[in-house]
Structure formats: structure tokens, C-alpha cells
């Protein structure tokens, strides 16, 4: 007897095998959640319990509210403090006014040579 050779996939077949391919990867995917949902009231309730002893922790290490030591520091004068002692901050706006008045007359100097040098 002889046998027909076999044909070649074709594209219904094709199809039916992707089809099979998405519906298995679906049900894991399905599976996994459901298990995720069973398990989110006990994952929920870890955190939660862990959040408290945190909080508990923190509570009860002691000090006041007020404590000074517990307080930041602030960025502005580093890890330990101030490194030097700062100026006077008169002398700096002094100095910055002196700078000023001394660039508003060079700028007038400029505008006058301009003026006599271009004649309009």
C-alpha cells in the first residue's frame, strides 16, 4: 500500500497551534494571578505588621520630640559647623556699593567718549 506523504502545515493548522500556544500561556498568566490573589491578604497583612514594629521601634528608642541633638543640621554650615568666621556683612554691601558707583562711572565715561568721537 502506498502512503501519501504527509502535507505540509497549512495555515489552519497554523493558526490552531497558536491559538493552543496562547490559550496554555494564558492560563499560567491566570494561574499566577490567582495565586497572587490568594496570597495578597497575607502579603498585605506582613506589611502592615512590619510598618508597625518600624514605627514601634522608632517610638520607643526615647528622646523628646524637642531633643536638640536629634535635630538636623543644617547644610549651610557643613558636617561640623561653620570652618571660619564669617565677615561682616556691612563691610561686603559697602564694598559692593563702591563697585558699583565705580562701574556706573566707567560706563559714563564710555558713553561720553563715544558721544564726542561719533558725531552723529
Given at each position: 500500500m502506498l502512503r501519501r506523504p504527509s502535507r505540509s502545515t497549512t495555515p489552519l493548522d497554523q493558526t490552531k497551534e497558536d491559538l493552543a500556544r496562547q490559550e496554555s500561556e494564558l492560563r499560567d498568566q491566570m494561574q499566577k494571578l490567582e495565586k497572587m490573589i490568594a496570597d495578597a491578604p497575607r502579603v498585605a497583612e506582613a506589611v502592615g505588621k512590619r510598618q508597625r514594629e518600624e514605627l514601634l521601634m522608632r517610638a520607643s528608642e526615647g528622646g523628646s520630640r524637642l531633643d536638640v541633638s536629634m535635630t538636623l543640621q543644617d547644610w549651610r554650615h557643613g558636617e561640623a559647623g561653620p570652618a571660619k568666621r564669617r565677615?561682616?556683612?556691612?563691610?561686603?554691601?559697602?564694598?559692593?556699593?563702591?563697585?558699583?558707583?565705580?562701574?556706573?562711572?566707567?560706563?559714563?565715561?564710555?558713553?561720553?567718549?563715544?558721544?564726542n568721537h561719533l558725531h552723529f
Open positions: 565677615g561682616s556683612l556691612r563691610k561686603e554691601r559697602r564694598e559692593g556699593q563702591i563697585v558699583f558707583v565705580v562701574l556706573v562711572i566707567a560706563l559714563l565715561a564710555a558713553a561720553i567718549w563715544l558721544l
